[in-house]
């Protein structure tokens, strides 16, 4: 095979059983100049206890990245995957999120998808698409589609996050009114 050309078997498909989760980063943009001033956002009323911290500037790929991930739920035997296709992954942003004892994430979603590693505690979930609740603890890692979702914890947790795909000048998170939510 010449360089260049794919393998057969190679895809760009990442097939993960995970979960999908988390993170509010309110008014935080791919573009934003105060995205470094402002490394900590804390939430809103019904985001008690919950702050996102930037480990960086937003940064983008020097090369174009496209990716499509299939989500398939542990929990949901029987489910089709969730695709998510992203014909444009290269806005990145990297956080770290913390949940204090018994703080809320509030219901939110985000424009593109994120890879979550929970570094500390547990938290439990719940995704507006099929109101399960899902518990995600230390050394777990999931995906989130970027459905409208809420994450808690109980005790407090910790996560480190790689959002991808904020389309540039776009806040990472938009909040999501609950009473929009029927879980």
């Not at 990145?92 to 994430?105: L, M």
């Not at 904020?166 to 999501?176: D, K, M, N, R």
Request: aromatic fraction near 6%; charged fraction near 30%.
């Amino acid at each position: 095979m010449s360089r260049g050309e794919k393998s057969p078997r190679r895809r760009d498909v990442l097939r993960v059983s995970a979960g999908a989760s988390l993170l509010g980063l309110t008014g935080l943009t791919a573009s934003s100049a105060t995205a470094q001033e402002e490394t900590t956002t804390e939430t809103e009323d019904d985001h008690d206890g919950f702050e996102v911290e930037i480990l960086g500037e937003p940064a983008a790929f020097s090369d174009d990245v496209a990716a499509t991930f299939e989500l398939t739920f542990a929990d949901a035997e029987d489910e089709e995957p969730i695709v998510i296709e992203m014909d444009d992954a290269s806005n990145v942003i990297v956080a770290e999120a913390t949940w204090t004892e018994g703080a809320r994430s509030g219901w939110h979603q985000h424009p593109g998808m994120s890879i979550v590693h929970m570094v500390e505690g547990e938290i439990e979930f719940t995704i507006a698409d099929d109101c399960v609740t899902r518990t995600y603890e230390a050394g777990d890692a999931w995906i989130d589609p970027g459905a409208v979702h809420t994450a808690d914890s109980e005790d407090g947790a910790r996560a480190y996050v790689i959002f991808l795909g904020i389309p540039e000048g776009e806040p990472a998170t938009e909040s999501i009114d609950p009473e929009s939510v029927d879980c």
